[in-house]
């Protein structure tokens, strides 16, 4: 019943997102008012429509309705309530449902602004948002289906939607369970950051359609949505940070990133976004770049619905894999066609997207943004082709060939070392113009004492010469960076009388994004060092030993003590926990736990045993032990240095982004906001 | 002629202690030297996992497999081809260049990006000509002024847009 009631309310919802479409077209060219009216409110109400059937997938799921597949697919009954909620982004059916619940809500949310002047919008982002809605839906009734039950036909048990004839209900027993891997808090919100990023960057699409499609073509649309630029990007980043902490606490190789597909997919809108956040700037301060913001919207788009597909389907394992799938095409050809149709837009609208002023010189910060922009393009073109390539190789020499971290960290990392020495330039620059005079006299003191921090570093802390330019270029841009705030801070306090801590907040209070881009630039910093650490320094070794016996790496002794193994029969998992004593010259430090969880599926997970310091981390994995015996065993240690400093960052990341994102009232807006209220007051004193 | 054959011992027991030391090098390889080797073996089976670090069972089998190849005294270039003959190229952590059709994916990125690259300075060079009326129209800041003038006036613009 609750199946087909969800199923039903899916395919409603999924007719009223068509009519919202159609409607929205036909009211804007025939100029109707009250069409356009009926349009935003068809797609107003699949939200609700949608929550209904969501509820009825979430009340399956969380009563043990192992009859429909897709319950029984990511859930057992041995699974607390919270991970059966969760598990609705579990598997692939229920992720579309949730991308289409999330979309919906999003484009609500946006078309119940105030319209006012940019009314003429409307329309074209209803079209827009609904058009990707249908898409979803589509998938989820008519090709991944979360309400599919098992029947029992003549004795074989099949998945269908409704009741072949004569078959009765199949319920088993049990589900399989979510994968234990997924069971991790960290990737129980992952997904769903991911794909609140993912499914914001689609709003500020939607604008810059309607910007192109109605020739309003000037920055309004990006100032509509600079802030669902940012939250998008927000949630992206957060996503990303949570899955390399998940990685580096579950998957048990001593790393966060390992440049999977999977990941590559997510990674790759951010490139975009985050060129997209730099370039706007320019047409924002300068009039220019406008066909370039459109295609960078055009191509994050792009880019999310291309994501959302690969991160759930694992098609591209194989031509084959990709070709049978029967969402793999259908995702291939929307993706190609709201491309061309976007890009041809952009061509039809080529001479409206004429720069407003000239480009003065090759040292201005504009330009150097675009230097920015052709790096974060270069990294995308890397990622997408090393991404692609196993497919294409495949289709043509019949080979499967693998590409993996060493190919993408040879070829990106000299472009990152370039994006880091612009992030210690461009914010020295200023717009319309310098010159290599300027630039040198602003940074010359900062580079000194970066040098300074290198040599240090080369008499002291190592020799390895990449690592040595890494530590320069890090030094370089933190130095400028905080030369940055303490100049502002200083010209302000000249100015205006203040205290140096007070003129500092009023400074960065009133420039929210540029104060917090540079917090941002201080935590990729951070996060830089940390990552110098594990890929430069990182130290590993692997041996057996029978219990009292130990093992040296750095400076750590570790002595093994035992092993020791049982069931969680509920849990449906065999644990083996191994005691690991932790010394360093002679003094103790502390007791370690690598761990080895066996779940009865036959799925294994590795829990580290980990000893975290702003110095190194030492991270112990359990690999092999000898069943019967159980007094040998045989780890495998990593020791990662400055590798905390990844996490530390990834915190200070977020919280610029949120800094940067945080709604400011503007004062227009406050004095209205203030108006109100007082007449409010009046109203309810009168009463 | 007795030298000769002095010269015959000496070798022989020379060569007779060396197969010796090497006999007892012959113990099994250490985890270490394995993983080295593994690190650059991607797993068949399972998806983009370096065999160093795989947990499944056939994966333990091959690290086996690599000891005991590294204790017969194979180079590490025989294993990874060992690997490449009997699994194809997928084994391997990047494409070999080995074959032509390969070297696509070293050439195309470097030549989107030099593309793109001189699609770029082109355009900016287009873009800084001077083009005398317009550029003094629309001129913004002095090119002459010191840069902490210059920073100074930046600051108060933007502060004066604040108010």
Same mark, same amino acid.
Request: contains cysteine.
């Given at each position: ?687 | ?34 993983? +080295?080797? %593994?690190?650059? /073996? ?6 983009? @996992? ?7 069972? =056939? ?55 030099? +593309?793109? %690259?001189?699609? /770029? ?6 873009? @800084? ?7 003094? =129209? ?26």
């Amino acid at each position: 019943m609750i199946a087909e009631f969800g199923y039903g309310i899916a395919l409603v919802s999924f007719l009223v997102a068509v009519y919202s479409v159609v409607a929205a077209v036909y009211g804007a060219t025939r100029k109707s008012a009250p069409l356009v009216e009926s349009a935003r409110r068809a797609m107003l109400l699949t939200f609700p429509l949608i929550t209904l059937s969501a509820s009825a997938l979430l009340y399956l799921l969380v009563n043990n309705h192992f009859e429909v597949s897709f319950v029984y697919e990511v859930t057992s009954i041995s699974m607390p309530t919270y991970l059966k909620v969760t598990a609705w982004w579990g598997g692939q059916a229920g992720s579309l449902l949730f991308w289409s619940w999330l979309l919906a809500a999003f484009a609500s949310a946006v078309t119940l602004r105030k319209w006012d002047r940019d009314i003429e919008f409307l329309p074209w982002v209803i079209m827009v948002s609904s058009v990707t809605l249908v898409f979803f839906l589509g998938m989820v009734i008519f090709y991944e289906n979360p309400f599919t039950r098992f029947w029992l036909v003549n004795g074989n048990v099949e998945p269908h939607m409704f009741a072949p004839a004569g078959a009765t209900v199949f319920t088993p027993q049990d589900g399989n369970g979510l994968n234990p891997l997924l069971r991790h808090p960290g990737m129980v919100i992952h997904p769903p950051m991911l794909y609140l990023g993912f499914v914001s960057s689609v709003i500020p699409y939607a604008f810059a359609m309607a910007a192109l499609i109605t020739g309003r073509t000037d920055d309004r649309w990006i100032r509509l949505t600079r802030r669902w630029s940012l939250w998008a990007w927000l949630f992206l980043s957060f996503g990303l940070v949570l899955g390399g902490r998940w990685a580096y606490d579950v998957l048990g190789w001593g790393g966060y990133w390992g440049w999977d597909p999977v990941e590559i997919a997510a990674f790759m809108p951010w490139l975009t976004g985050t060129a997209f956040l730099h370039s706007v700037m320019i047409q924002e301060k300068r009039g220019l770049l406008k066909h370039w913001n459109m295609i960078l919207v055009i191509l994050t788009y792009a880019l999310v619905i291309f994501g959302t597909f690969l991160t759930r389907s694992g098609v591209l394992s194989s031509v084959h894999a990709f070709a049978n799938s029967p969402i793999g095409p259908l995702f291939m050809t929307f993706v190609s066609a709201t491309l061309i149709a976007s890009i041809a837009l952009v061509i039809y609208r080529w001479p409206d997207l004429r720069g407003e002023t000239e480009m003065k010189s090759m040292l201005s910060r504009e330009a150097l943004f675009l230097l920015n922009n052709l790096l974060f393009m270069s990294v995308l073109v890397i990622c997408f082709w090393g991404v692609i390539f196993p497919l294409i190789s495949e289709l043509f020499t019949g080979q499967k060939v693998t590409v993996g971290p060493p190919f993408y960290e040879r070829a990106t990392a000299p472009i990152f070392a370039g994006l880091m020495f612009l992030m210690g330039v461009a914010p020295l620059s200023a717009w319309g113009h310098s010159t290599v005079k300027t630039l040198g006299r602003a940074m010359w003191k900062s580079a000194l004492m970066a040098l300074v921090v290198t040599v240090v570093l080369f008499a002291t802390y190592t020799k390895n010469i990449i690592a040595l330019i890494g530590f320069f270029l890090i030094a370089l841009v933190l130095l400028v960076t905080f030369q940055e705030f303490w100049r502002g801070a200083r010209a302000r306090q000249r100015s205006q009388k203040e205290n140096f801590f007070t003129s500092l907040s009023r400074l960065m209070g009133r420039n929210r994004r540029r104060y917090g881009g540079y917090i941002i630039h201080i935590s990729m910093m951070l996060m830089a060092i940390g990552i110098l650490g594990i890929e430069i320094f990182q130290v590993e070794t692997q041996g057996t030993l029978a219990a009292g016996e130990s093992i040296q790496i750095e400076e750590y002794k570790l002595v093994f003590q035992d092993v020791a193994s049982w069931d969680n029969n509920p849990q449906q998992v065999n644990y083996t926990r191994a005691t690991i004593k932790v010394y360093e010259g002679g003094q103790y430090l502390g007791d370690l736990h690598p761990r080895k969880d066996m779940y009865f599926s036959g799925q294994p997970m590795s829990i580290p045993g980990n000893r975290s310091t702003l110095r190194d981390d030492l991270y112990i994995l359990l690999v092999d032990w000898q069943p019967i015996s159980s007094t040998a065993a045989t780890f495998k240690i990593f020791v990662n240095p400055l590798v905390n400093w990844l996490w530390i960052g990834s915190l200070l990341f977020l919280l610029g982004i949120i800094f940067a994102a945080w709604p400011d009232q503007d004062p227009a807006e406050e004095t209205a906001h203030r108006s109100i209220t007082r007449h409010a007051n009046q109203a309810s004193a009168a009463d | 002629m007795k030298k000769i054959f002095y010269a015959f011992v000496f070798i022989f027991i020379l060569s007779a202690l060396f197969t010796g030391a090497a006999f007892a090098q012959g113990d099994l390889p250490t985890d270490d030297e394995v993983n +080295a080797v %593994a690190h650059q /073996l991607y797993c068949p089976v399972c998806q983009n @996992t370096p065999l160093d670090v795989c947990p499944t069972d =056939a994966c333990r089998d091959w690290r086996e497999q690599i000891r005991e190849m590294l204790a017969e005294g194979k180079t590490e270039d025989e294993i990874l081809q060992y690997f490449v003959d009997q699994f194809g190229d997928r084994v391997l952590s990047a494409p070999p260049v080995s074959t032509k059709f390969n070297w696509i994916i070293y050439i195309i990125p470097p030549l989107i990006i030099l +593309a793109g %690259a001189i699609i /770029l300075f082109r355009s900016l060079k287009e873009w @800084t000509t001077p083009k005398a009326a317009e550029a003094a =129209a629309v001129e913004v800041g002095s090119g002459s002024s010191s840069p902490s003038d210059d920073y100074v006036a930046r600051f108060e613009e933007e502060l004066k847009k604040q108010k």
